[in-house]
Structure formats: C-alpha cells, structure tokens
C-alpha cells in the first residue's frame, strides 16, 4: 500500500506528543477504572494519533482536500460539487486563519527589491 504524505513535520510532532499525552492518561484512568469503555476509547482515538503522526498521514485531511479539490466520485456524481465546495471551503474557514492579502503596491515593491538585490550581487562578483 502506498501512503502519500499530507501533513508536515510540524504537524506530525504535534499529533505525536499529543497522542502520547492523551494515551498515559486514558491507560491511567483504564487501570483504575477498567469497567469504563471511555477511556479504552480515548485510548484508541489517541494512539490513532500517533500512528498518524508517524507515518505523516492523516485520512480526515485526505478526505478534506479530496472535497476541495472536486475529485470526490460521490460530489461528481450528485451535481452538487460547486455546493459541497462552497460549505467545505466555509467550514475551513472557521478553522484556518486567513493571510493578509498583499496590496499591489507591496507585491511592486518586493519585486523592486529583489531586483536591487540581484543587481548588488552582479556587482559584488565583479
């Protein structure tokens, strides 16, 4: 089976120490309590999430961009992918901050920048 990779290094260490934090503390609770199936269940959910963090791939996240991008055979079929798009892009929105958008005076002026910088390096090999 291959398993493309879908989130980062950064991503992943979070899931990882997360993942174990949650499962030292249901197995904890599990040994006081082993009659509760709640915490049997955080442990699963949480060792889910360190398996996740390992091998960098997360189902949820492919599912989410499978939406977005409109390759879901289920969202083709219906002839609701514009709506499915509309509702998934709104629902990441909540959850994912907005950049600030750079005026056209700030990309014209990095540009410039960069080409000053270029200059100085011609005349720096000189």
Excluded at 33 to 57: D, H, Q, T
Excluded at 60 to 84: A, C, F, P, R
Excluded at 95 to 121: A, D, I
């Amino acid at each position: 089976m291959n398993v493309k990779q879908n989130i980062g290094i950064m991503n992943a260490l979070i899931r990882i120490t997360v993942g174990l934090t949650m499962l030292s503390w249901a197995t904890a609770k599990l040994v006081k309590r082993p009659w509760r199936n709640s915490y049997l269940f955080i442990a699963f959910l949480a060792a889910m999430k360190v398996g996740e963090g390992i091998v960098k791939y997360c189902p949820m996240t492919d599912v989410i961009q499978n939406q977005m991008n409109g390759s879901d055979s289920d969202s083709n079929k219906n002839g609701n992918e514009s709506q499915n798009k509309s509702d998934l892009k709104q629902m990441m929105d909540m959850f994912v901050p907005k950049q600030k958008e750079q005026s056209s005076n700030g990309t014209n002026n990095n540009q410039h920048q960069q080409g000053s910088h270029h200059h100085e390096q011609e005349h720096s090999q000189s």
